[in-house]
């Protein structure tokens, strides 16, 4: 029964300082993590109306939130953004055999050699991220919001998103593609005119001019249109790793597309046939396959092509789930095709991939890989083609 | 690795066998009295012969306990303790036996009962529990004696042996009554009691006051209550002839009152009750009078919708003691209002606020009723100041206790205080006695909280300009005290984005600024409140813009508050603290605009706490002031971290010193052996908020401390706030944190499973397995089987509430967003991996705890928006092996239709994406 103490309070700030440094702390905290799992959601959220995209019912529905969940994806963090970012680049297939209107309907032009990524630029900052999803640069650019400078570039959330190869030679980046740009997307536009678009706007910000402290490096568009001879023997600022042939119709779509096509030779690329992880060209031609449930070996095409198949008491014995991606080896037995398609292959097991793996080869580039070793598609075939005038005659009836 | 999963599984297994299933002991704390757990008794406690001798051996050990030389004393204590060691009942019954011997010294009597109360009871919760479990195992004829050895005491002619008993006994019945033990205990205490002599009359109401004390209402049935409160009321009364009876009663009384809810529902007995009550704070006697008063105090808190019948009665007995007598007793008379005050400032609070006026108890405006009469008295106690009260910190008299209800009162009416205030304001505030003056400031500073913006600006206009000039040319230190406190005052309350009118103009900001500073140089108290003024007056322009007023004098501004802290006598109430406080406020409300000086200041603040670790061997005493200086240069610099972290711009340039910093964190940590410095931890948090990816490379030498931090159950805050930090550093690393998951799991999984640890603690644990698991994805499979049922078993306690307080309502609620919070971090953690199937084994009893907290229907916002997204991470996650389950759940229904058409815009929104999860599973 001690008396009570009523001593009050007297002419002091009623909360301290340290309690506020806590509450201020766990207040940030609560929002990271709440930041953190909505950025999960949201990805989510992305895939799945992508994939219950329905002919009729949603397309106008998703083609808004697309490209407004890749300004949140550019903040994305982990795994997710790895597999995330590895989706949404358009990745050329190999050129196993010539389209035809080559010289009419295709843009090709000298790939950079260097790291393919998506710059995406909003909020004040530049953010480069690699084809596996991890950040490349984080840095100050003349791109529409791209730096923190006194007068805004553009509206307060808009953002642009370049598809560029970051070449280390001369520290620039070579803008392949344009996919947003200044809250506009243009996926949806055919290539020419993303391409002409992206050549005036990169001129307009002062992008392609040299480095500064509000722009820390620069971008440069690669010409698209100078035709195959001097993409092929013209001299490039940088360091060329093949040749790209772009569709002008196509518009830009995420993941493996035929109408956009890489060849190289050992003329124009230092890397024609694929290196082991020892940087060693192998005896035998190598190629990565995905294990199905059922034991199929599959490539990373929509549909997917089947190569070959282990058998359970074997993908037991190995410890391998599905989902793995498995590295083999072609055997003497080669591919045989029959009427254009692959009918089969002689495949030897070698082992799991490595976890940071995350895709399967393609088919192209198995087969052009396996040309490439044993009947390659030449210049001079390229040329042929190039030459060739427009086959087909506009038909009126 | 297998090796890695091997390792985890022996230290965890080692380490604690209850994990498993926590008892609710572990999670919930201990909540008042609880009932005991069923224990084997230990067959060798039951037996104990006591020697006489032994007996006559505790009567010198504890006089020798006492004595004055320190090895006798030293000897002595060994002595009790092996004794004690060696056989507890015997012990324990001696020691009963020395309380009750008549023949033995007083001073021996009185130790003998202190130590038996301490046997029974300790301040933490743990050890508390410990002692009550070891006095229910103890041999019944053991206790018994020992009861009878105490209840014989209590009439012991000795005061001090009767006074030490009486405090046992309701010990012993706090532990006994809860188990329905000792029934005959009230009844032995109430019998004869009006037959007793007066000495022992007094002692048994004084152990019916500490049994009140002692023992919660529910664990004492009405009958008994209702004995109780009549005895003491009746040794209350005037009729009571012995003086010491009647305080004794009185005492006992205030204890009672919690006991009373049934007698004060009873119009008869209340009127009984009070009208002992008031006739006492009559009494001629002084103790009466105050113990009467204290009495008033609760029950103006406790009973205050039964008020209104005695509101005059108590109106006229509280002014005359406010005016005429002795100041103890004037200090509880205005205590009382200061309680009515804030009793109707919070019904007032909860009729404004979304309850639509349906408070559980009416306002019965009291104070507005009083208002003409209760002003001007409590304004005639503004002028009885002490000389020198604003130098010393722990004064408490009259004249404060008046400005603080004067305070509460102007919270309580808002704008009708001013009118009456104003006249006293005005004719003294610029009379020649300084306490004419501070009292007239004073009472200014009093009133700017609760009446309106409106009413208070053309005032404050008018004042500022002589407030000003007074801080700065007043003779007098009080009243530049209170002035700068009211400055401050006018800065918290009528400054800030949110008004009409601003006070504060490009005409006077310099003037203020430069006052203030000035202001700084004066003594420490002066200083002091002029530092908490620029405090205000930062904080009022939080979210100015882009473009600060105060941009112009940042510097200045900086510069001044370093001069502060290098005062030689800065360390006289708090003034370091206070000048290092308001330029963390500076720095939190600075725009871009000071960017670059407030990375200026890194540097700076950096070599103030490098200075601090350069000193040779320090006592203890410099010790402790070397780790407060540590607090506060920490928290500087963890303001300024955060400041500069926020945007990337400025991100960019502090980075530069981030190796330097998290150096100079280490040295601070190093400083103390046995724990780390919370200041420290929470810096390092925003450090690694600010850092990302790039604060992997500080881990290998900061690992150990976190450790630490995760083992300090005592300073739960420290554990609290490392908790908090694993979840920035899973953040910052995300998968690169794997390597020192198995240590920091193995750490939180044993706080998990203490009993010592703050109960506050457990929800952010719970949360952070979620920060965990959302960091290192799959690589969490080899805790699930620790984390899932620690959290399925929390999650079965936490899914009822029913009869539970709104305090355990708020805590149950945290719990189930921790829990829900961990659900969704191994959900997400687990999606897109190739072993989700390992989480479905969980769903069923994760959709079951849904469903109960939906059923409960007493969730809060934050919970609901939580669980729902949790509903979302499931179907998402687990995909159509979960569709039927989720179909089938009341969740997926009710509760997720629910949250669709909730108004809050963030649980909408997590619906939303759950319901757009679920189809998918569902039609996969």
Known sequence: ?397 | SFGVRLSFVRRVSAHFSPLLSPAPALLLGFSGHRRASPICRDTSLQSSPIPYIMAMEVTQLLLNAQSIDGSVRKQAEDSLKQFQEQNLPAFLFSLSGELANEDKPADSRKLAGLILKNALDAKEQHRKFELVQRWLMLDATVKSQIKSCLLKTLSSPVPDARSTAAQVVAKVAGIELPQKQWPELIGSLLSNVHQLPPHVKQATLETLGYLCEEVSPDAVDQDNVNKILTVVVQGMSSSEGNNDVRLAAIRALYNALGFAQANFSNDMERDYIMRVVCEAALSKEEKIRLAAFECLVSIASMYYEKLTPYMNDIFTITAKAVREDVESVALQAIEFWSSICDEEIDILEEYAGEFTGDSDVQCSYFVKQALNVLVPILLETLLKQEEDQDQDEGAWNIAMAGGTCLGLVARTVGDDIVPLVMPFIEENITKPDWRQREAATYAFGSILEGPSPDKLTPIVNVALNFMLSALTKDPNTHVKDTTAWTLGRIFEFLHGSTMDAPIITPANCQQIVTVLLQSMTDVPNVAGKACGALYFLAQGYEDVGPSSPLTPYFQEIVQALLTVTHREDAGEGRLRTAAYETLNEVVRCSTEETATLVLQLVPVIMLELHNTLEGQKLSSDEREKQGELHGLLCGCLQVIIQKLGASDQTKYGFMQFADQIMGLFLRVFACKSATVHEEAMLAIGSLAYACGPEFAKYMPEFYKYLEMGLQNFEEYQVCSVTVGVVGDICRALENKVLPYCDGIMTQLLKDLSSNQLHRSVKPPIFSCLGDIALAIGQDFEKYLMYAMPMLQSAAELSAHTAGADDEMIEYTNSLRNGILEAYSGILQGFKNSTKTQLLIPYAPHILQFLDSIYVEKDMDDLVMRTAIGVLGDLADTLGSNAGTMIQNSVSSRDFLNECLSSEDGSIKESAEWTKLAITRAISA
């Open chain 1, 1 to 397: 029964m001690a008396p009570p103490d009523f001593r009050r309070p007297f002419k002091r700030a009623a909360v301290s300082d340290q309690q506020r440094r806590r509450e201020l702390t766990l207040q940030r905290q609560a929002q990271s993590r709440h930041d953190a799992q909505q950025r999960v959601r949201n990805l989510a959220s992305t895939i799945i109306s992508l994939q219950s995209q329905e002919p009729d019912d949603a397309a106008d529905v998703v083609l808004e939130p697309y490209p407004l969940d890749i300004r949140r994806a550019s903040r994305m963090r982990g795994e997710q953004v790895r597999n995330w970012f590895a989706r949404q680049l358009m990745l050329p297939e190999w050129m196993i055999d010539i389209p035809d209107n080559l010289s009419q309907d295709w843009y090709v032009f000298a790939r950079p050699a260097g790291k393919r990524c998506f710059v995406v630029a909003s909020n004040g900052t530049t953010v480069s991220r690699q084809r596996n999803g991890s950040i490349l640069h984080c840095f100050p650019s003349a791109l529409p919001n791209g730096a923190k400078t006194r007068e805004p570039s553009g509206p307060a959330h808009s953002y642009s998103i370049l598809d560029c190869i970051f070449h280390e030679g001369d520290q620039t980046y070579y803008v392949i593609d344009m996919v947003c740009w200044g809250g506009c997307s243009y996926y949806d536009c055919p290539a020419d005119f993303r391409f002409y678009w992206l050549n005036s706007k990169l001129e307009e910000t002062g992008a392609s001019g040299p480095p500064s402290y509000y722009h820390k490096y620069r971008f440069s568009a690669v010409t698209h249109e100078k035709g195959l001879p001097a993409a092929y023997t013209d001299a490039t600022p940088y360091v060329k790793d093949g040749l790209l042939f772009y569709n002008k119709h196509a518009h830009y779509q995420s993941g493996n597309t035929p109408l956009a096509l890489v060849w190289k030779d050992a003329k124009c690329s230092q890397y024609v046939l694929d290196t082991d992880s020892t940087g060693e060209v192998p005896d035998q031609q190598q190629v990565v396959l995905e294990l199905q449930e059922d034991g199929n070996l599959i490539t990373s095409d929509d549909p997917p092509i089947i190569f070959g198949r282990l058998n359970s008491e074997f993908i037991q014995q190995l410890g391998l789930h599905s989902g793995n991606f498995v590295r083999c080896a072609i055997n003497d037995g080669g591919l045989s095709f029959v009427e254009g398609k692959l009918e089969k292959a002689d495949l030897k097991y070698i082992g799991k991939c490595s976890r940071g793996r995350a895709f399967a080869d393609s088919y192209s580039k198995v087969v052009f890989q396996y040309m490439a070793r044993h009947s390659p598609l030449t210049y001079d075939d390229l040329l042929v083609a190039a030459n060739k005038p427009p086959s087909d005659v506009e038909m009126a009836g």
